[in-house]
């Protein structure tokens, strides 16, 4: 069981690292529709972040009122924008890497099935419990199934305005802002490259298969947009596991799901594919749940210790 003071630091640590992650997005958001060409329009974030806001605190105060328990969000300016930065990190992730054209009620409705995933969808974790499924991905994978008028980003819509120097600058700052922040604070260094190992994997398999070309496939993986989402999405550290084999086997079932995906032609096969590891790995926090309480009623009580007066002199 864990100590108040390792909880305390997991909590200390995560906060930080939602502080880091919440600034990082915020930063490539306003970049992106100020000078690297997004083609979004300045709309959407807005439509998303005002949805997510709305959605969290009404959830969260629900939930403490049903359970006769304060907000978590009261308590002063900082515990409320601590409370929020989950929020707005699903938010601006939903925003920036789907195309809805000028539909913001579909903005809306993406980030609401991504916050509203994380009430719903849980599983029993210890005395509490956790939502399992990815927040954003979850909400841009059923709006990707539900909508055929809306697309994933342009990939090159990082790079537009940039020079040939800035081609190569801004995925460097995005790939070391992200090996920091997962080796600082998420500590998910071992599921990233579990997926980066396994998305070669993946495309030596297709290059046998089908006598493709290896580094055009590998490519895939290497621009900006693809940072993003191997950097910033994946290692969710809410929805991942904690131990390092574990982490490499949840990156390398990403990597694995995808390819199958891709062979059977199932478009949007990296949000489909991460959905679909988050759910199996629920499905199975779900099971160790159920057996670790058939186990407990199992356990005979155990005996009353003898009181004082009843001891040998």
């Known amino acids: 069981m864990a100590t108040p003071v390792l909880v305390e630091r997991y909590a200390s640590g995560h906060l930080a690292a939602l502080r880091r992650f919440a600034c990082g997005i915020t930063v490539i958001t306003i970049l992106g529709h100020a000078w690297l060409g997004f083609e979004q329009s300045y709309a959407q974030p807005l439509a998303a972040l005002a949805t997510a806001y709305s959605m969290q605190l009404l959830l969260e105060t629900m939930d403490a009122w049903c359970n006769k328990r304060r907000p978590r969000f009261l308590g002063g300016p900082l515990k409320l924008l601590d409370f929020l930065l989950s ?97 600082r604070y998420n500590k998910r260094l071992p599921l990233i490259t579990g997926f980066l190992a396994g998305f070669v994997l993946q495309a030596l398999i297709r290059t046998w298969l089908f006598d493709t070309n290896f580094l055009a496939i590998a490519a895939a993986v290497t621009g900006p947009a693809a940072a993003i989402y191997v950097f910033f999405m994946v290692p969710d550290p809410a929805t991942t596991p904690e131990r390092p084999a574990p982490q490499v086997a949840f990156g390398l079932g990403v990597a694995l799901v995808y390819l199958v995906l891709v062979v059977a032609h199932i478009v949007y096969g990296l949000f489909l594919a991460l959905t679909i590891v988050c759910a199996v790995r629920g499905l199975w926090l779900f099971w160790l749940a159920i057996r670790q309480g058939e186990t407990e009623s199992d356990t005979p009580p155990a005996r009353p210790a003898p009181v004082a007066a009843e001891l040998p002199a």
């Open 87 to 183: 929020a707005h990190i699903t938010a601006l992730a939903v925003a920036m890497l789907l195309y809805y054209n000028d539909q913001l009620w579909i903005v809306a409705f993406a980030t609401a099935v991504a916050i509203g995933s994380k009430t719903i969808f849980r599983v029993p974790v210890g005395n509490g419990s956790r939502h399992f499924l990815n927040p954003s991905n979850f909400g841009i994978a059923v709006t990707l199934l539900l909508f055929p008028s809306v697309g994933i980003f342009i990939p090159w819509q990082f790079t537009e305005q940039l020079n040939a120097v800035g081609d190569w600058a801004f995925p460097v700052v995005i790939l070391g802002t992200g090996l920091f922040l997962n080796a």
